[in-house]
């Protein structure tokens, strides 16, 4: 075969732009996974929490969650005597940089983390006009963001407020349980950070994970249980103060 | 046939609507995503993009790979649960090409206050300090080994805290008088 110098020319940004293509490969590939072994859901202990924001500030810096905005957050409640109907609630930017110092007094005092709850029922995706926001066959709760429109509905709908429009992208955003992370047996960026072990992710599905035994084990609740929304985020020691 | 010899308007009707109906299938053919209801209501093709996203924690398995000293020294020490990123910050870039990015060293004086400054909304049992009555503004890595905090677990550090926390709290202290 004869290559003349104009074929090579021809050939050479063709070879190159094929072997770019074979270097980058598919690194974030997770051909292993299989939607239907697994069911998502998360262990908060709230006794372990203390209220430091690394959760929040990883899941900021995993997922670019703009300055404002939050997947998650950390509440920090105070019930003083007899006021277990009122508690005082502050989360200053979210907890992202922990909280002031609190003063001893005849109340008490704990945090409390936040985020999606992963509902097998959410209303959120009930509401959704367009079908862009759904539950995987794995049990999270996801936003196809080049299909939403941007109307809000799901933000008014999410009992918990874990919902927000995204402020340059228009469309709606929410904690995704770091998909791209669990989907390659990674944990999600807040349990990675989280130095006290507040926060784990459990598959539901997978018979060895200690999640198991922790729900056997622990009196066990989840938020706004009487709005049946099938919420997988699981508190441990959840005082009846927290809305 | 004569019933319907005035049906015309009927058929045309009918094939009005026919059109319409095909009209309609080919534009929802294109407008439709191919893999909308593969699993429900949704794009099924949704998934496996947003399972795609860039990692930037690359979790405590990669950093254990090289940093085994590091990882031996934690795994006996009180922070044996405290991942590495929940210090050293999201750091898959890093594990990724150890050249392309050196991690910065974390500021103690921040990073260790974060968790530890005596607070009473804190759990009891958590180890807390009042951080300027602690150390008095000395470093909490002079004295503290942050992979195994507890002084005295950690042989290499244990007599340069010593020889540092008894010269520098009596400075300080001198200092404060």
Known sequence: ?243 | MSGLKDAGHLFRFLGLFVIAFLVFWVIRGYVVPRSFGEYGHYRGAAIAEIASHPIKFAGHQACEQCHTDEADTKSKGAHVHVNCEACHGALAQHANDPTSMTPVKPDSAVLCARCHTASAAKPKGFPQVDPADHSNGVPCATCHNPHSPVIGSDAKTTADAKKTAATGTKAATGGAK
């Open chain 1, 1 to 243: 075969m004869n290559i003349s110098r104009r074929h090579i020319l021809v050939l050479l940004p063709a070879a190159a732009l094929a072997w770019k293509h074979v270097l980058a490969g598919t690194p974030e590939d997770s051909p292993n996974y299989k939607l239907s072994e697994h069911w998502w859901g998360m262990l908060i202990d709230i006794p372990k929490c203390i209220g430091c924001g690394n959760c929040v500030r990883a899941c900021q810096a995993e997922n670019d969650v703009p300055d404002g905005f939050f997947r998650t957050w950390v509440e920090r409640y105070h019930v003083s005597d007899y006021h277990l109907e009122n508690p005082e609630v502050i989360s200053p930017d979210g907890g992202k940089e922990g909280f002031p110092v609190a003063q001893e007094d005849n109340g008490k005092y704990f945090f409390v983390p936040k985020m999606c709850n992963h509902c097998s029922d959410s209303p959120c995706t009930q509401v959704c006009p367009v079908g862009a926001t759904f539950v995987t066959p794995d049990g999270v709760v996801l936003i196809d963001q080049t299909y939403c429109l941007g109307c809000a509905y799901c933000v008014q709908a999410c009992p918990y407020g874990c919902r927000y429009i995204h402020p340059t992208k228009k469309v709606a955003d929410k904690c995704t349980l770091c998909y791209h992370r669990i989907t390659k047996g990674l944990t999600t960026a807040c349990c990675e950070a989280c130095p006290t072990g507040a926060r784990q992710l459990a598959d539901l599905k997978n018979p060895n994970d200690p999640i198991h035994e922790f729900l056997k084990t622990h009196a066990v609740q989840v938020l706004k249980p009487q709005m049946a929304t099938g919420a997988k985020a699981f508190y441990n020691g959840l005082d009846g103060s927290v809305r």
